[in-house]
């Protein structure tokens, strides 16, 4: 599904030992995210979702923070077939790269983006506000349910850019306002500002206060409701494999508008070169919706807790739930 004809433009070089093994992997690697990251994805996140939920009154800001972006992830896993079935290099693509059905999925695919990124920079900037003013109750779970409300409100209004690009496409009557709002390069600019710079400088600077930040261990600390000890550990873990699979995305982007907004014609090695970089930067940015609530999952000492107590809710007949508990408990241990 992987061509490397972007060598020099041409087909000539598909028969090269290094072409065709460079395919190969690229093929396996696509196949090996639709055929078990895809399935893990969606099962996890879901998990990570219902487990949460059922177990609200424990719930706390990290909690919260993951649980909007298991939501974000559950969107993208459903997206990363349609996608990595009809990239742009792809032998067999589905569609092409303006087609309206490549328009309208990529609006879901920015707001889940632009969740995923604002989530991890809020995490983190909440995570600090705990840590240097406790008990004020500033980054509490009623404040970040509030905060996640805005945040998926504002990743809306941002990808509206594109659904003015789609309804665009249908009019005919006005075809020179829709040209102005046809500018896919500052649309794109626009989204690496707000989807990434953004978020980026957030996070990044929250870690530089987090570092800075150097307090002993109170009575007060200890507390129930304190933030367990592996939460800086979840934190960083997260912030580096968010920003780390989406940061080839964004900078493909931004490529992507500096090539184009020079006004002159691209050559087809640069062009073909940068579509086969944009495919692997989706592979890339599609695997964090596994990959995140992964690390959830061993890192964050009480969800096995939680899903212990929402498997034991689950309604079953005496004679199929023992088979099935032993199962979770395995996947669980």
């Given at each position: 599904?992987?061509?490397?004809?972007?060598?020099?433009?041409?087909?000539?070089?598909?028969?090269?030992?290094?072409?065709?093994?460079?395919?190969l992997?690229?093929s396996?690697?696509?196949?090996?995210?639709?055929?078990?990251g895809v399935?893990?994805g969606?099962?996890?996140?879901?998990l990570?979702?219902?487990?949460?939920?059922?177990?609200?009154?424990?719930?706390?800001?990290?909690?919260v923070?993951?649980?909007?972006?298991?939501?974000?992830?559950?969107?993208?896993?459903?997206l990363?077939?349609?996608?990595l079935l009809?990239?742009?290099?792809?032998?067999?693509?589905?569609?092409?790269?303006?087609?309206?059905?490549?328009?309208?999925?990529?609006?879901p695919?920015?707001v889940?983006?632009?969740?995923?990124m604002?989530?991890?920079?809020?995490?983190?900037?909440?995570?600090?506000?705990?840590?240097a003013?406790?008990?004020?109750y500033?980054?509490?779970?009623?404040?970040?349910?509030?905060v996640?409300?805005?945040?998926?409100g504002?990743?809306?209004?941002?990808?509206?850019?594109s659904l003015?690009f789609?309804?665009?496409?249908?009019?005919?009557?006005?075809?020179?306002?829709?040209?102005?709002?046809?500018n896919?390069?500052a649309?794109?600019?626009?989204?690496?500002?707000?989807g990434y710079?953004?978020?980026?400088?957030?996070?990044?600077?929250?870690l530089?206060?987090l570092?800075?930040?150097?307090r002993?261990?109170t009575?007060?600390?200890?507390?129930?409701?304190?933030l367990?000890?592996?939460?800086?550990?979840?934190?960083?873990?997260?912030?580096?494999?968010?920003?780390?699979?989406?940061?080839?995305?964004?900078?493909?982007?931004?490529?992507?508008t500096?090539?184009?907004?020079?006004?002159?014609?691209?050559?087809?090695h640069?062009?073909?070169?940068?579509?086969?970089?944009k495919?692997?930067?989706?592979?890339?940015?599609?695997?964090?919706?596994?990959?995140?609530?992964?690390?959830?999952?061993?890192?964050?000492?009480?969800?096995?807790?939680?899903?212990?107590r929402?498997?034991?809710?689950?309604?079953?007949?005496?004679?199929?739930?023992?088979p099935?508990?032993i199962?979770?408990?395995?996947?669980l241990?």
């Open positions: 599904m992987w061509g490397c004809g972007w060598f020099n433009g041409t087909g000539l070089v598909e028969e090269l030992p290094a072409c065709q093994d460079l395919q992997g690229l396996l690697l696509s196949l090996l995210g639709l055929v078990v399935p893990v969606l099962c996890y996140n879901a990570l979702v219902l487990a949460n939920l059922h177990s609200k009154a424990s719930m706390t800001m990290p909690d923070y993951f649980v909007n972006m298991a939501v974000a992830g559950l969107v993208l896993s459903t990363a077939p349609v996608h009809g990239p742009p290099s792809s032998q067999w693509a589905l569609w092409s790269a303006g087609g309206e059905v490549h328009v309208a999925l990529q609006i695919f920015n889940s983006s632009l969740v995923a604002y989530s991890t920079a809020l995490l983190s900037l909440d995570h600090y506000i705990e840590r003013l406790p008990r004020t500033m980054a509490s779970v009623y404040n970040t349910r509030h996640c409300g805005f945040v998926w504002g990743a809306l209004l941002t990808s509206f850019s003015l789609y309804i665009c496409s249908h009019v005919s009557t006005r075809a020179l306002e829709c040209a102005k709002m046809q896919a390069e649309a794109d600019a626009t989204l690496v500002f707000i710079v953004v978020p980026a400088l957030a996070a990044l600077y929250a530089v206060l570092s800075r930040v150097r002993e261990d009575p007060l600390d200890r507390d129930t409701g304190r367990e000890p592996s939460a800086h550990r979840l934190l960083v873990a997260t912030v580096c494999t968010q920003f780390g699979l989406w940061t080839p995305h964004y900078l493909v982007l931004l490529g992507h500096v090539l184009i907004s020079r006004g002159q014609p691209v050559d087809a640069y062009l073909g070169l940068l579509h086969f970089a495919d692997l930067s989706k592979l890339l940015a599609f695997s964090s919706s596994f990959v995140t609530p992964l690390l959830y999952r061993y890192m964050n000492q009480s969800f096995p807790g939680k899903l212990r929402l498997m034991k809710k689950l309604p079953c007949g005496d004679r199929h739930c023992s099935d508990h199962r979770v408990q395995q996947v241990a």
